[in-house]
């Protein structure tokens, strides 16, 4: 009954260990990117760079799931998950651009701008997701 489960653990653990590293290293790009520090903000109890960062966070999950779903080969997945991390911090380029305040907004808590950071990593992480193939 669990043979199945068994034999495809090693598997398992080379996907997951794969996409955790591809999750893992975007989050430290991104923490090179934005000008501010979430992981202090959000210790400090500032509720717009948790949102911000959560939706940075599910926003490369989206993609990188659908890649581990839909490869077969480990560097076909990696290979989209870094496409994927590239496109999610093009997103917040493109967030800078469209609300240039967004980087003082955010460490002054306010949680609209919070909320749109993670809005568009959210929308770009679903489509960059389905344009998986």
Do not use: K
């Amino acid at each position: 009954m669990f043979d199945p489960v068994i034999g495809s653990l090693p598997a398992f653990a080379t996907f997951f260990a794969a996409a955790f590293a591809i999750v893992a290293g975007f989050l430290v790009l991104y923490a090179l990117v934005t000008p501010y520090n979430e992981l202090d903000l959000i210790r400090q109890g500032n509720v717009a760079a948790a949102v911000s960062l959560a939706g940075a966070l599910v926003g490369i999950a989206l993609p990188v799931a659908l890649a581990v779903a839909s490869s077969h080969n480990l560097y076909v997945m990696i290979g989209w998950g870094v496409v994927a991390c590239a496109v999610q911090l093009l997103a917040f380029v493109a967030a800078r651009l469209a609300l240039p305040h967004i980087a003082q907004d955010i460490p002054r808590g306010q949680l609209a701008s919070g909320i749109f950071l993670a809005s568009v990593s959210l929308g770009v992480g679903i489509i960059s997701a389905a344009c998986i193939v």
